[in-house]
């Protein structure tokens, strides 16, 4: 990882550096004698060109947020949204039309208890609903890091400006707005338009159920600002290298393994939702069993699954791991989330899980930002990621049976509805029951 960041520096989907990084990790996968192919798939990209931004006459620091408008130029008033939820422009939902509106990232000191946040394309698309002209989201890590990421929630061009702002120049400028009227100017262009892109996969077959697959896998790609070390470097570098270790061990357990190193996550799980398309069309999705994600997984302690039905057989498989090294204490959590490659698996009833770890403060305020730079990673809890992921791994592939299954429609629903992901789904139009 560390010569990929240095030579390739950052991994955009699209972009020269995207398709480096696609034929380095395809080359390395070779080089350990893996059956490996390319997936090509093609999908609409996007890329920041100039942007410019003026408040009360002073020009703030900031970033475009990805598939805003390939031109705009706007300037009205500023409204503070606060968290930029339902609630906040509920509370007067004509506040935000025609402004520019102010939206905190994270949620806000003070915020009432069990408030829950959203991604910054599901607010995006809150202030487009509300008639907003353009929206200022402003970091949560201190200081005046920048943040970038998709304001899209459905990976196209969005209609208006959406930007990042420091979180002092966002609290600064909430301070203001207490006191009196602030106007402000964005001025902006990007591209916007159809690229090309791969996936990369390398698959073991199974010894005894070929048919049956279980997968994992992680984002190759990252966002320009910097070299995407933690995110997601540290991820899809162990997923390789949980690969290497398959092979340099002469594994071949029950079921097919399939690695799969995904382009396009940032910009909306492009790849990942490529990959799904392409197993509906030619219904090889019931042969995939599990799919296990690696995003920014880090020294793990415990496992996570969708479900718990395979709670026992993840927790031997963690009594092992922790007789090899007591650091892992085997916790177990299950439950649904959004905004990864498991996206596209979960919501077609797919099982799915991954190792759970941490990351420092430090590291964290760092996501996204121009301070994701190798310097971050620490070598010994990278190389806890691939020694636990690789069991787990092992584990989920050569069991005699796993009792997780498919989801139907129904038992889908529900677990969406449980895990409160019913807004965040109804906003992105990736919520196909009717009400």
């Keep these: 990882m560390q010569k990929a960041t240095a030579d390739i520096g950052h991994r955009l989907t699209g972009s020269v550096q995207g398709a480096k990084a696609e034929t380095y990790v395809y080359e390395l996968l070779k080089s350990y004698g893996l059956d490996v192919r390319y997936a090509p798939f093609e999908a609409e990209s996007w890329s920041r ?32 949204m606060g968290n930029g939820l339902e609630e906040d422009y509920l509370n007067d939902p004509r506040a935000a039309r025609g402004k520019i509106v102010l939206v905190s990232l994270g949620l806000l000191p003070g915020s009432r208890s069990g408030l829950q946040n959203l991604h910054r394309s599901e607010k995006t698309a809150l202030a487009i609903r509300y008639g907003a002209k353009a929206i200022i989201l402003f970091n949560a890590a201190p200081g005046n890091i920048l943040l970038t990421g998709t304001a899209s929630v459905t990976g196209k061009q969005i209609g208006i400006p959406a930007i990042c702002i420091g979180n002092d120049d966002g609290m600064q400028l909430k301070k203001q707005l207490k006191t009196g009227p602030a106007a402000g100017s964005i001025s902006m262009s990007n591209f916007s338009g159809k690229i090309k892109a791969r996936n990369i996969i390398a698959s073991i077959p199974g010894r005894v159920k070929p048919a049956e697959k279980i997968v994992i896998g992680g984002h190759l790609d990252s966002w320009d600002l910097a070299t995407g070390a933690i995110d997601n470097g540290i991820g899809s570098f162990s997923v390789i290298d949980v690969a290497r270790t398959f092979t340099a061990l002469h594994l071949q357990p029950r079921r097919t393994v399939e690695f799969v190193l995904f382009m396009g996550e940032e910009q909306g799980l492009l790849g990942s939702k490529a990959y799904m398309r392409k197993a509906m069309q030619d219904e090889t999705v019931a042969n995939i069993k599990f799919m296990l994600n690696l995003d920014m997984s880090n020294n793990p302690k415990g496992f996570s699954a969708t479900t718990d039905e395979d709670k026992t057989l993840f927790q031997a498989i963690g009594s092992i791991a922790n007789r090899v090294d007591t650091s892992f204490s085997n916790t177990f959590r299950s439950g649904f989330g959004l905004h990864s490659d498991h996206q596209p698996f979960m919501l077609q009833g797919i099982p799915a899980g991954s190792v759970a770890g941490s990351l420092s403060r430090e590291v964290l305020n760092c996501y996204h930002a121009d301070c994701d730079v190798f310097s971050l990673v620490n070598e010994q809890e990278l190389k806890n990621t691939i020694r636990f992921s690789g069991m787990l791994l092992y584990g989920l592939a050569d069991a005699p049976e796993l009792q997780s299954k498919r989801l139907n429609d129904d038992e889908l629903k529900a677990a969406l509805l449980q895990s409160n992901l019913k807004e965040p789904l109804k906003i992105s139009g990736e919520w196909r029951w009717k009400d």
Excluded: C, F, Q
């Design 49 to 80: 060109g100039s942007l410019s931004v003026v408040i009360n006459n002073k020009k703030y620091k900031s970033v475009s947020l990805a598939h805003s408008p390939v031109k705009e130029n706007v300037s009205g008033g500023i409204a503070d």
